[in-house]
């Protein structure tokens, strides 16, 4: 019988993760998504499909870069080291939602909004074909080490890449294999709230979870209307991310989901850099 409780993550995870411990800050916001969902519906009229994922990550990336670079960041030896880039970690279902895998958007400030919706659809499609690509198939190799052993050769393998800052390049594990922040949404699964976990091997300074969209009743000018509201929530590294870095991100966010036709196009301060 197919175990379906001890899958290659599941495996992985008892071995990556220890029992919660300090250092992590959370914060969940409701942002009002109407006027998103209008451009999505209208965008999608014109053949561009699109969705509020790609939205999002499109609004994150461009926050980060542009209103609060300083959260682009990780710990290394005790000291803080920066990005010159900013990849988006995009959590995907897999096998018909059993199992979740990761694609990263490279420099995701530096794209199209449509540019980034057609990469994450062909990169989440190739991972549902069975092409996970190095990074993510080497949980299925580690996965079959005995249990404890699991442990101590994750251990060595995080201490090899995120420590010493050595890379392993045939496990498809780099400075870049997990991006500089992951989005996730469980909205899709109907969930209306939740965090995620900070995964220690990947050296990202947070985790943002979208969740279910949901008709609100809220007030605008003095009136109660009925709004499109999508609940954000985050989970920081506080060794890096303090509330002054996130309310910068989360303004910044809610400004560019309110105006989404501004991301269609790169700013000529992010066009004319290339940290390629």
């Known amino acids: 019988m197919k175990d379906k409780f001890n899958t290659p993550w599941r495996r992985m995870a008892t071995a990556i993760y220890t029992a919660p411990s300090d250092g992590k800050v959370f914060g969940t916001m409701e942002i009002d998504v ?6 999505i519906s209208d965008q999608r009229e014109k053949g561009n499909h699109l969705t509020i994922t790609h939205v999002v990550v ?25 990005r010159d880039y900013i990849d988006v970690a995009v959590a995907v279902n897999i096998k018909d939602g059993q199992e ?5 958007v490279r420099n995701a400030d530096k794209k199209t909004l449509r540019e980034i919706g057609e990469e ?3 990169e989440a499609e190739s991972q549902r074909q069975g092409d996970e690509g190095k ?5 299925y190799i580690l996965a079959k080490i005995p249990w404890p052993f ?11 890449v995120s420590v010493l800052g050595i890379q392993l390049k045939s496990l498809g594990l780099t400075n870049r294999s997990f991006g500089s922040i992951l989005v996730t949404n469980i909205g899709t699964h109907g969930l209306s709230t939740a965090y995620g976990a900070l995964l220690p091997a990947a050296q990202i300074p947070a985790v943002i979870v979208m969740s279910k969209i949901e008709e609100k009743p809220v007030v605008r000018d003095g009136e109660i209307v009925i709004r499109s509201i999508m609940p954000l929530s985050g989970t ?7 509330a002054n870095q996130v309310s910068k991100v989360a303004r910044n ?7 989404p036709q501004e991301l269609e196009t790169v700013p000529p301060e992010l066009s004319q850099s290339s940290s390629d």
Not at 253 to 259: E, K, Q, T
Request: proline share 3%.
């Open 135 to 139: 990074t993510m198939s080497t949980k």
């Open 120 to 122: 994450i659809r062909e």
């Open 150 to 160: 699991r442990r101590w050769v994750f251990r060595l393998i995080r201490g090899t």
């Open 34 to 39: 109407t006027d998103t969902k209008q451009y």
């Open 253 to 259: 966010v809610i400004d560019r989901l309110a105006r």
């Open 236 to 242: 920081f590294d506080h060794r890096v991310v303090d």
């Open 58 to 82: 499109a609004a994150i990336a461009r926050a980060i870069s542009i209103d609060a670079p300083e959260v682009n960041g990780f710990v290394r030896r005790g000291k803080i080291v920066p």
């Open 100 to 104: 979740m895998a990761s694609l990263v």
